[in-house]
């Protein structure tokens, strides 16, 4: 009882004393404002940017989403708060020091404190985002935000519900450094903002800062179902893990891109679209002959089989590859 008693104190404490505003209770009403604006736009400008039946698909789980939030957050929180306090225990003078190296915890008040975290923050969205395009478990959480044939802001906010609670246990070791809890829950809130507005077709090329930041033509890219854009571009912000671990692909303006996933689930009903590649993996392990079939069904790759009639991500950039150099 002590120990959540201290993680309460500590959260209060922060809260009050640095004037802290959770900043995703402004993000509903900010989206759903600037998903109406663009409508507005389209139906002048681009007829074909939405679609109603689309929309709806994408505001239903949207909601979903905002109604689980509570909870999710109250998890991170806690599972942050918990990693904070075990690495960073307090000493007799009221100072909290991190056991693996000495080092005294980092202030909310230090403003470079907050740019480090963001990085690290931003590190922690890559490996989690690129997570969930390479293990199949991951994928069926994440498929739902890449469900829709169609990229604008409305598909910003379809997104997955299980990937909710997975998410906080790749970013608590940054907790586990000595950096606060709640300055960890505000980077997270300043990704999320970045990364809605990053779902529009229609802003320009951004010059040099698209060899720093994560911006709209990249995330075009994460977005397409060509073969040779699947699985790039999955940072935050930044772009520059992607480049750094060969991830990153530049957008070809000189071709149109087909927008969703290689098997997309054919249904607007938002069940049916959250729980599709649940179902697959399931029937996959059922007819799986060796517990390593099993196994790589769940964990593997998506498109990989047992049988090896499969073809994954890689496999089919390599054949595509190939294909362009005998071209």
């Not at 409508?39 to 905002?66: H, V």
């Not at 692909?249 to 607007?268: A, E, M, N």
């Not at 790759?301 to 073809?311: A, C, N, S």
Request: charged share 20%; glycine share 8%.
């Amino acid at each position: 009882m002590y120990f959540f008693d201290s993680i309460s104190a500590e959260v209060q404490r922060v809260m009050t004393e640095h004037d802290l505003t959770e900043l995703m209770i402004y993000g509903g009403p900010v989206f759903i404002g600037l998903i109406v604006v663009e409508i507005i736009f389209s139906l002048k400008y681009n007829p074909e940017l939405y679609k109603w039946k689309d929309l709806a698909t994408s505001g239903s789980m949207g909601i979903g989403a905002a109604a689980l939030a509570g909870v999710a957050k109250a998890f991170s929180l806690i599972l942050f708060s918990v990693v904070y306090i075990l690495f960073n225990p307090e000493g007799a003078d009221g100072i909290r020091h991190n056991i693996m190296g000495g080092w005294e915890t980092f202030g909310l008040g230090l403003w470079y404190m907050w740019l480090i975290c963001q990085v690290l923050d931003d590190f922690s969205y890559y490996m989690v985002h690129r997570a969930n395009h390479e293990v199949r478990f991951l994928w069926a959480a994440h498929i739902v935000h890449h469900s829709s044939d169609h990229f604008n802001l409305g598909t910003a906010v379809r997104n997955g519900w299980v990937t909710l609670f997975y998410k906080p246990f790749f970013y608590m070791w940054i907790c586990a450094l000595g950096f606060h809890p709640i300055m960890l829950m505000t980077c997270l809130s300043i990704e999320a903002f970045w990364q809605y507005q990053l779902h529009v077709q229609w802003m320009p090329r951004l010059g040099f800062l698209e060899k720093i930041f994560n911006l709209h033509k990249h995330h075009e890219v994460h977005h397409s179902s060509d073969i040779e854009y699947l699985d790039k571009n999955h940072g935050g912000y930044l772009i520059l893990f992607d480049r750094m671990f060969g991830t990153f692909k530049d957008k070809d303006d000189s071709k149109t891109i087909k927008y969703g996933v290689l098997h997309p689930p054919k249904t607007h009903n938002p069940i049916e679209v959250l729980s599709h590649e649940y179902i697959h993996i399931w029937q996959d392990v059922k007819k799986a002959k060796t517990w390593k079939g099993r196994f790589m069904y769940v964990f593997g790759p998506p498109g990989w089989t047992e049988d090896g009639t499969g073809k994954t991500t890689k496999i089919m950039q390599r054949e595509l590859a190939e294909l362009k150099k005998a071209a």
